[in-house]
C-alpha cells in the first residue's frame, strides 16, 4: 500500500509535471492561475506523439493522482485522444496531440495580457 501524501496545489502540480516527464510527455508547459482564474490554481499542457501516447500519458496521469493523493480526477477526451482534459481540482491537465495543441493555443489565451484575465 502507498503511503499517501497530503494534497496541496503545489504538491499535486509537482507530482503532474513528474508523471509527464517520466511519461515522456513534450513540450510541457505551466500556467499559474492563481488570481487569474477560480477553477483551478494551475493548468498543465502537454503533447504526446500520437493519439495512444496521448491516452497513455493521460492514464498514468489519472493513475498516479489517486494513488500518491487519493483524488479521483474527472476526465474527458479519453477515448478519442486527440485532447485529453485531466481536472485534479487544483491542477488542470491538457494532453494534446500536436496538431490538436497548435489548432487551439492555450498557452497563448493565458499569456499576460492576453485572454480572460485581461479582459474589462
Not at 53 to 72: M, N, P, W, Y
Not at 95 to 113: H, N, S
Request: proline fraction near 2%.
Amino acid at each position: 500500500m502507498t503511503t499517501r501524501t497530503t494534497a496541496t496545489s503545489e504538491s499535486i502540480l509537482a507530482a503532474v509535471l513528474k508523471s509527464l516527464d517520466d511519461n515522456k510527455a513534450e513540450e510541457i508547459v505551466q500556467v499559474s492561475l492563481a488570481g487569474k482564474s477560480s477553477m483551478a490554481d494551475h493548468m498543465v499542457i502537454a503533447s504526446g506523439r500520437s493519439t495512444r501516447q496521448v491516452t497513455a500519458i493521460a492514464e498514468k496521469l489519472i493513475d498516479q493522482i489517486k494513488q500518491q493523493f487519493g483524488i479521483v480526477s474527472k476526465v474527458e477526451g479519453r477515448t478519442t485522444g486527440d485532447w485529453v482534459l485531466v481536472d485534479t481540482g487544483d491542477v488542470i491537465v491538457h494532453v494534446f496531440r500536436p496538431e490538436v495543441r497548435e489548432f487551439y493555443q492555450l498557452e497563448k489565451m493565458w499569456q499576460p495580457g492576453v485572454g480572460p484575465a485581461s479582459e474589462g
